[in-house]
């Protein structure tokens, strides 16, 4: 790091934000630990807020569409992670409320087609493939009732 940019939080925040998009909670920490002191982060995240470079919510929002459709996460596991990166509750509780039931139901259906292909389990599945798959669909953050649904829609195509 140059002399300038080791004295100023801005313009670290900026390559921070050039790689990816960041909440503020996790910026701030950021900042904290390449040696910042309180009153330059909190300036500098000041400014960027100001100036919309860094938004809580659309963060949020462009989180948990690059986990559901990159990493096949369902809404829960989402939700905890965006907890954990210092994310309000009230925009965590906007952003999973975007996932219906029906959506989520797709996404539990994508998991498992690619767990299938992972895992080579073949349909119907025993009792300890059933579980195992339970295990990693809820593991991923989908609801039971959705995964124990998508897992009887399959036992039922197979029994057509």
Do not use: Y
């Not at 369902?74 to 309000?88: Q, T, Y």
Request: glycine share 6%.
């Amino acid at each position: 790091m140059t002399a300038k940019a080791a004295v100023n939080p801005v313009a670290a925040a900026f390559r921070f934000l050039a790689i990816r998009s960041h909440g503020i909670s996790e910026l701030k920490a950021k900042l904290k630990r390449k040696g910042f002191d309180d009153d330059a982060v909190i300036s500098a995240v000041n400014h960027l807020i100001e100036i919309d470079a860094v938004n809580d919510e659309r963060f949020a929002f462009e989180f948990a569409a690059s986990r559901l459709r990159n990493k096949n996460w369902g809404p829960r596991k989402v939700a905890a992670e965006l907890a954990a990166r210092g994310v309000s509750q009230e925009i965590i509780g906007r952003v999973a409320g975007g996932v219906t039931h029906e959506r989520e139901a797709e996404l539990v259906k994508e998991a498992l087609t690619k767990w299938f292909k992972k895992t080579a389990c073949s349909t119907p599945l025993d009792r300890k493939a059933f579980a195992k798959a339970v295990r990693h669909l809820t593991g991923r953050g989908f609801g039971l009732d959705v995964t124990l649904d998508a897992l009887r829609r399959l036992g039922d195509d197979e029994a057509s």
